[in-house]
Nanobody
């Protein structure tokens, strides 16, 4: 396993919720900015959210503002993405990623990403 490992994806009905986890290993996640991206078939990669390693400040794409919440649990070295009011257009593979730096939110050029976790929103 690499330094970032995602989990928590699955199948959910529209309007439902999921919580994704991104477990960091080999480094302290409060040192680097960590972001979530998603990619759906035939679509460009989209930056969804980011959390500053330095101060915990959060950033969101307009498409998920008010529905998604990024957070971190330092003791578990884990970043979470709580996704509520899910829509079919949220269907994608979700990746957590980092540029191995600070002051990089929202991430533009991830230097490393995890293996991804599939989120499918369908009735």
């Amino acid at each position: 396993q690499g330094p970032l490992v995602e989990s928590g994806g699955g199948l959910v009905q529209p309007g439902g919720s999921l919580r994704l986890s991104c477990a960091a290993s080999g480094f302290a996640l409060d040192y680097y900015d960590i972001g979530w991206f998603r990619q759906a078939p035939g679509k460009e990669r989209e930056g969804v959210s980011c959390i500053s390693g330095q101060n915990g400040r959060t950033y969101y794409a307009d498409s998920v503002k008010g529905r998604f919440t990024i957070s971190r649990e330092i003791a578990k070295n884990t970043v979470y993405l709580q996704m509520n009011s899910l829509k079919p257009e949220d269907t994608a593979v979700y990746y957590c990623a980092t540029e191995w730096g600070r002051g990089t939110c929202p991430l533009k050029s991830p230097k490393y990403r995890g293996q991804g976790t599939q989120v499918t929103v369908s009735s």
